[in-house]
Structures are given as structure tokens and as C-alpha cells.
């Protein structure tokens, strides 16, 4: 297990905008959860731009401290590092989200993470579906217990899971990105086993990520999601899409909204970034004409 040194640590909290540190409690378990799907966004640009970040855990941690993000991998495997250096007992496991129209399963593409703990009368453990990974689900922890919970403007379920024994699943929202993720029982011990999975979706060309840049992002009242160059902002009011048209609005956008100032990429390689979303949105555009 990689040990988090102090710095580090100060230095990730300061990210979240965590000033001081707590006791192991669910309060602060809540906090951590919400601080951190709110300050760093579930995205897809390193690996859009042909620039993808290792999915170590110390590199991770940096990504974050550093002022980047990432996806499930690395948010989730940061996250899992800095939970455990707090005090808090994670178990890492393998899951697997479920695209819209597909089936469900557990491939090991994404990281799925609980943290046990002692309820708060001192008689029980309960343990928590926590994931800074998905982008636009939870905002905060989730029991793992069977039943329907609301985190506005999302209604989340969790149920036995129909494809491994003994899992379950966390079935987003009947308007979401996707139908759900479904979780293995078995602790994984190390990240390594998801290597392979990173391999792919980071430097394949049958990768969904090597072509379309995503950013999303949830926040108390809804969430954000860049898609290219078409924003949809989800609310209880509905969700509301624009079209990003200029690359000063849409760099904007990205710092502004979603927390991504593209820290270190240089100028030639922002305009290289910004030259490709528009040429495949532009093709998206035609081929929806």
C-alpha cells in the first residue's frame, strides 16, 4: 500500500479547500467525497490529446496537486490514497460501467472503491460506495444497502448486481450519461490489476477516449458536461445545452466551469487541442445533418 507523505497530503487537501484535518468520521468522509467531485472533474483531455497521464498512484496524487485531474483510474486511485491516509478503511474493486443500450458488466474498466467504517452509535460497521470517478455520480457517499437514494436533481439505486455473484449496482439516473455500474465483492490489493485496462483506454485506437474529449463534473445542485464543444448543464429545472463556437469561450469554459486550466500544456499544444475538437465536432455536426 503507497503511503501518502505529509506534504503531500497538506497539499491535497489544500486542492479540495480542506483546512484542516478531521477525525475518520462519515461527517468528514461526506466533506472529502463532496470537495472532491466538485473541485476536480471526470476527464478525457490528456488522453484526446494524445498526452496521457500514468495511472500510478504517486503520479496521480501529483496530477491532482498539481492542479489537473483525470478519470476513474487515477481520481479514484488518487483518492482511495488520500482516504487511507486519513484513517479510513478502502477496499478497491473491479467494476464495470454500463453505456446506454449496452449490457451490464463487470470488465474491470473502472475502479470501484468502499470505505468501511464504524456506524455512528459505535454498534455496527456500514460500508460506503465511494467514487470520485464517474463523473456525474454521486456527490456524496452512498450506503451500501439495498434501496433508492436522491442526490438532486439525480435519483440513484442501489440493487444486487445480475452479473457476479454476491456484487451490486449502483443504477444511475433514468435520464443520465449511462445506465449504471456493477461492482465484484472480491478487494483488489493492488491498482496493477487494471493496468492492462488502462493500456487501452489511454494509447488504443479502439479507444471511446482517443477520439472524444469529455469532461464532466457534479456539483450540489446537478452537473456539467463538455462534450467536444457542446455543453449540457443538468439541474432540476432540466438540462440546458450550447454550443461552444469560439476557442476563447471554450478555454474559458474549461477553466471556468470544469477546473481544467491545462496547467503545463503549452501554447502550440493548446492550439493543437482546441484544432481537434473543432474538427471533430465539425465532423459530428455533418454527420447528424
Not at 477496499?91 to 467504517?117: D, I, K
Amino acid at each position: 500500500m503507497m503511503i501518502m507523505t505529509m506534504e503531500e497530503r497538506s497539499a491535497y487537501l489544500k486542492r479540495l479547500g480542506i483546512r484542516e484535518i478531521q477525525a475518520p468520521t462519515r461527517t468528514f468522509l461526506f466533506e472529502l467525497h463532496k470537495a472532491h467531485v466538485n473541485k476536480l472533474s471526470w476527464q478525457t483531455i490528456d488522453i484526446f490529446a494524445g498526452q496521457p497521464a500514468s495511472m500510478d498512484v504517486r503520479e496521480s496524487i501529483q496530477l491532482m496537486i498539481g492542479g489537473r485531474s483525470g478519470y476513474c483510474f487515477q481520481l479514484n486511485g488518487a483518492f482511495c490514497a488520500l482516504l487511507r491516509s486519513l484513517g479510513y478503511r478502502v477496499s478497491m474493486h473491479r467494476a464495470g460501467v454500463q453505456p446506454l443500450g449496452e449490457a451490464p458488466r463487470v470488465n474491470s474498466f473502472h475502479l470501484g472503491l468502499t470505505v468501511s467504517m464504524a456506524g455512528e452509535s459505535n454498534e455496527e460497521d456500514e460500508t460506503w460506495i465511494v467514487d470520485a470517478g464517474l463523473g456525474d455520480m454521486p456527490y456524496e457517499p452512498i450506503p451500501l444497502r439495498m434501496g433508492e437514494y436522491e442526490q438532486s436533481p439525480y435519483t440513484y439505486k442501489v440493487v444486487e448486481s445480475g452479473v457476479v455473484r454476491d456484487g451490486w449496482r449502483l443504477e444511475h439516473d433514468p435520464f443520465a450519461s449511462f445506465a449504471g455500474v456493477d461492482f465484484a465483492p472480491g478487494i483488489v490489493q493492488d491498482i496493477s490489476e487494471f493496468n492492462s485496462k488502462h493500456e487501452y483506454y489511454s494509447q488504443s485506437a479502439e479507444s471511446p477516449w482517443t477520439q472524444l474529449l469529455l469532461v464532466r463534473h457534479r456539483h450540489e445542485q446537478g452537473s456539467n458536461e463538455l462534450r467536444g464543444c457542446i455543453w449540457s448543464k443538468r439541474d432540476r429545472s432540466g438540462i440546458e445545452k450550447t454550443e461552444i463556437r469560439t476557442k476563447s469561450d471554450w478555454f474559458a469554459l474549461l477553466g471556468d466551469v470544469f477546473g481544467e486550466r491545462l496547467v503545463r500544456y503549452s501554447r502550440q499544444e493548446r492550439d493543437e487541442l482546441w484544432q481537434k475538437v473543432k474538427r471533430k465536432h465539425e465532423e459530428w455536426k455533418r454527420s447528424n445533418l
